[in-house]
């Protein structure tokens, strides 16, 4: 640990005091450091959300005190004597396989921790942490245990840290996807349905602008799309091995006594349309293309907005090629990947992620197909780093992360590059000689999941999207009734763009309130002035006027 998750661990200490002072027959669960901040883990604790501000006052009050962290060892049996009325520490002392065990005295307080500590509270900033939240959480992860109560705490080196984490968040809260999604109407999540999103015609919108928009680069580079089933026996999972590895992630139903599996994942589907008849190697590279929709089964506990949800939506992408082909076909997907995001005035970081530990076939490969990814990485000069043993159980990969505007990163896109799956379902192509081959299988997602990439770009922009992007791009007021027939003529006009009509019997300062809480690029209003004038007056967003111009002067800004 650095010295900063010292103190952290060292205030879940304090924290664990400043509770058993106050709550008394509270038990005690853990307390690590954790990015951040710390937490502790509390049984009978009956608290609430305005009760923090109390146990944090105390906390600090308490590291004034200058007390010491003092490290013994015991026995076994000593230590389940001194937690004999601690059910959670001794059951954490029966897991232990050494005969001592590690103990820390701060005060009257005394704790099985393996550590490390400060020595002294004189080295923690009183105004450095802030306990911030609360919630559930079972002991030791378990559905089958005990819920417990878990205080959560942040904490830094100093206050100017902590400032500035506070004031993170606080702009963080202000780009919150769920709450944006629903102020500009793109989603929403209903209780009948958890992790799976209700697209709204907005949100559709965005959708659609962003799959058209991959789909037409995808095209002008051979790609041709496929549709696959949303699921199947599961002998092809076996076969695959995805059984042997995502089973408990899998939506399993039985059916006329034989079990099916909703698809967790494409590419087996794109092997057998592969397979449904011979290939020659001038067939290959094929590139097939889905927007695959497949289901995985998160835990309720799990799910986030779109960031985590249980019906998943991928760009997918399968390219069956000869091992020569590698380099090239590796090459045209890094191309892609820097259209996509270019874009999106977002810059790509790639990182090579190495075999795991659950790897599926044989090292020797594995080797060749780290090396034909870093070579493709060098050959295109793409500074990248290592995920070690990050790579997918049946093949190595090129992860691509990104940055938003917060400085958060992201993993979006991935290249997965496949000697295995080939293998495993006998695909096979006729080579020049006339002999039979196993082809080479890239998996790539350049966005990876459209839910989780509309969260990100939704927190990204803020909600304030480019131009191209915008659902709505043009929002048309009229001042009063006598100008709608003037707004109508104009959105006509306006026709090559999406354009509203704001005609609702309300005032002008009402829709122009809605229109920028909606974040439309911009709000074009018209009155007397504007239909004498054969006019329009504009406002831009973020509440820059550009004053009154002829229709044909505004088109030229907005094609610009």
């Known amino acids: 640990m650095n010295k900063e998750e010292v103190v952290r661990h060292s205030l879940s200490h304090i924290l664990a005091i400043a509770i058993k002072e106050k709550y008394k027959g509270v038990k005690l669960g853990i307390g690590p450091a954790i990015q951040n901040g710390f937490y502790y883990d509390f049984d009978n604790l009956e608290i609430e959300e305005k009760d923090l501000k109390e146990i944090e006052k105390r906390m600090k009050h308490l590291v004034k005190q200058n007390i010491p962290f003092e490290k013994q060892e015991i026995s076994k049996k000593e230590a389940k004597e001194l937690f004999k009325n601690e059910p959670y520490k001794l059951e954490l002392i029966e897991g232990i396989a050494e005969d001592k065990v590690s103990i820390y005295k701060t005060a009257n307080f005394i704790d099985l921790c393996a550590g490390p500590h400060i020595k002294n509270t004189n080295e923690i900033d009183p105004n450095s942490f802030k306990l911030e939240k609360m919630a559930g959480a079972y002991w030791k992860g378990s559905e089958k245990n005990q819920m417990l109560t878990r205080v959560y705490g942040i904490a830094f080196e100093d206050k100017l840290k902590l400032a500035d984490y506070l004031k993170f968040q606080e702009e963080a809260k202000k780009r919150d996807h769920k709450k944006l999604g629903k102020n500009l109407d ?30 037409n680069i995808r095209k002008k580079y051979g790609y041709v799309k496929i549709k696959t089933p949303q699921m199947a026996k599961n002998g092809l999972w076996i076969t695959s091995g995805h059984w042997d590895h ?5 939506f399993v139903i039985n059916v006329e006594n034989e079990v099916y599996c909703l698809k967790p994942m494409d590419c087996p589907f794109n092997i057998q349309i592969f397979k449904t008849k011979q290939r020659s190697y001038k067939d290959l590279p094929i590139r097939y293309t889905e927007i695959g929709r497949v289901m995985r089964n998160e835990k309720s506990g799990e799910l986030n907005g779109l960031f985590r949800v249980r019906e998943i939506t991928q760009d997918d992408s399968h390219v069956f090629l000869r091992e020569d082909q590698i380099e090239e076909e590796i090459s045209s997907l890094i191309k892609m990947i820097q259209k996509y995001y270019g874009a999106l005035d977002i810059e790509p970081k790639f990182f090579l992620s190495t075999r795991p530990d659950n790897f599926m076939g044989e090292i020797r490969v594995w080797d060749k197909a780290e090396e034909d990814l870093k070579n493709v990485l060098n050959k295109h000069s793409i500074d990248y780093n290592l995920k070690e043993k990050d790579g997918a159980f049946y093949g190595p990969k090129i992860d691509i992360d990104i940055t938003d505007a917060l400085g958060r990163p992201w993993q979006v896109a991935t290249i997965q590059l496949d000697f295995q799956l080939p293998q495993k379902f006998k695909c096979e192509y006729i080579d020049e000689n006339g002999e039979k081959k196993t082809p080479v299988m890239l998996h790539a997602a350049i966005f990876g999941s459209f839910e989780r990439m509309i969260g990100i770009l ?16 043009l929002s048309i007021i009229p001042v009063g009734e006598a100008h709608r027939n003037y707004a109508h003529k104009i959105k006509e006009y306006l026709k090559d763009f999406r354009v509203e009509v704001k005609d609702e019997a309300e005032t002008v300062s009402k829709k122009i309130r809605e229109s920028t809480t909606e974040k439309i690029p911009y709000i074009i209003t018209v009155g007397d002035k504007e239909i004498k004038n054969n006019t329009i007056s504009v406002r831009k967003r973020g509440n820059e006027d550009l004053g009154e111009m002829s229709i044909n002067d505004f088109v030229k800004i907005i094609n610009k």
């Open 186 to 215: 793109l989603f929403s999540f209903q209780p009948e349905a958890p992790g799976c999103v209700y697209w709204h015609p907005k949100g559709m919108i965005f959708w659609d602008l962003l799959e058209d928009f991959g789909q």
């Open 246 to 250: 995502y089973k408990d992630d899998m």
């Open 458 to 473: 939704i927190e990204h922009y803020a909600g304030n999207f480019p131009f191209w992007l915008s659902p709505i791009q």
